[in-house]
């Protein structure tokens, strides 16, 4: 089965940094959502970009997507220790309503 | 509370012995589904609904069965549990399928020995 994939796998910033972390598709898409995990717990849905936006905003979060390189980064920026979890990005395989997880990049924020 | 709740939250069980997960969602939602999050691999579908009577698998059914009888319902089914179904299982629903915003349960955690 195609799954997504995020770059890096884990991550470790100061608080107060910028975390950026990347994912990659495998087929068309309509919209990337990127979702974040607390330990073990449900995801909780972040933003989502459609494929006919390169960037868009909330709150301390930016994301872009290239459709062309079929990629979408997700920037957290003056990261706090609270942003420590892990952060997925999920895609609907277009033509079918499929989702396709990534495997995810464990965010640490030291304190 | 909008919310998807799983039961039950923990379980362990023995290879063969019939169990089910329920899931159930609050928020009239039509689409909804099932994952296992295995380490390393990530969030899988196994099983996903667009609405009443109306399911269809994902990348990993085997194994699982699934029903749809009521629009809030979601049960996932192991008619004969093995130990590789050992997994984190999450049920999510949303409003409606191509890539609406996903809301998930709290997860269940299942050991089969």
């Known amino acids: 089965s195609q799954q997504g994939e995020e770059d890096p796998q884990a991550l470790s910033i100061q608080e107060g940094e910028n975390a950026t972390m990347n994912c990659s598709y495998k087929?068309?898409?309509?919209?990337l959502q990127w979702y974040r995990q607390n330990s073990g717990r449900g995801l909780v849905h972040l933003i989502l970009?459609?494929?006919?936006?390169r960037e868009k905003h909330s709150g301390r979060l930016r994301v872009t997507l290239d459709t062309s390189k079929k990629s979408s980064s997700l920037l957290i920026t003056a990261s706090r220790a609270a942003d420590t979890a892990s952060y997925f990005c999920a895609t609907v395989r277009q033509g079918t309503y499929k989702y396709i997880f990534g495997t995810g990049t464990r965010l640490k924020v030291l304190a | 509370e909008a919310q998807v709740t799983q039961n039950p939250r923990y379980l362990i069980t023995v290879t063969g012995k019939k169990l089910t997960v329920t899931c159930s969602q609050n928020m009239n939602h039509e689409y909804m589904s099932w994952y296992r999050q295995d380490p390393g691999l990530g969030l899988r579908q196994i099983y996903y609904?667009?609405?009443?009577?109306?399911?269809d698998k994902g990348d990993v059914p085997e194994g699982y069965k699934v029903s749809r009888k009521e629009k809030r319902n979601f049960p996932l089914i192991l008619e004969s549990p093995s130990p590789n179904q050992t997994s984190l299982y999450f049920c999510a629903s949303s409003l409606g399928a191509g890539g609406d915003t996903q809301y998930f349960g709290p997860g269940t955690r299942l050991t089969v020995l």
């Open positions: 087929t068309s898409i309509n919209n």
């Open positions: 609904s667009m609405n009443v009577e109306v399911t």
């Open positions: 970009i459609r494929s006919n936006e």
